[in-house]
């Protein structure tokens, strides 16, 4: 969008952004990459932190490694990177698996109970 740093930057939009934080707990701002424009940093005063998203063999390796650098060492307040597109196989603890199941059944549990005392 022509002019976005105006838009971004204006009155309208900050009262925008205190209407919005005051009506709902959670409020997610989804902007242009870094790497096209400047546009994520304009908005990031109205936000409590950033998440970069990224792809391997798409996002290039030392603009991502830049923008993480810059993040970590302002007060942007870097939350986490997301990356998509991966064939990762992620093992979890055996803890969390079986903590997991134990929710599932409970969960399973109540359900067929809240249903066997509406009937």
């Known amino acids: ?7 971004l930057e204006s009155s309208e939009m900050r009262r925008l952004m205190e209407d919005v934080r005051e009506r709902f707990d959670l409020v ?6 870094l790497s096209i424009s400047n546009d994520p940093l304009l908005i990031q005063p109205y936000s ?3 998440v970069l998203v990224t792809r391997p063999h798409y996002t290039q390796e030392n603009m991502l490694g830049e923008a993480i650098d ?6 942007l307040g870097l939350l986490g990177i997301i990356i998509n597109g991966t064939d990762i196989i992620v093992s979890l ?3 969390v698996v079986e903590s997991s199941r134990f929710t599932s059944e409970a969960q399973e549990s109540e359900e067929l ?5 509406k009937n």
Request: charged share 20%; hydrophobic share 35%; glycine share 6%.
């Open 113 to 117: 109970s809240a249903g066997a005392s």
């Open 1 to 7: 969008m022509r002019q976005s740093a105006a838009i």
């Open 93 to 95: 603890p055996e803890q």
């Open 70 to 75: 810059q993040l970590v060492e302002s007060e």
């Open 28 to 33: 997610i701002l989804d902007t242009s990459s």
């Open 48 to 50: 409590d932190g950033m």
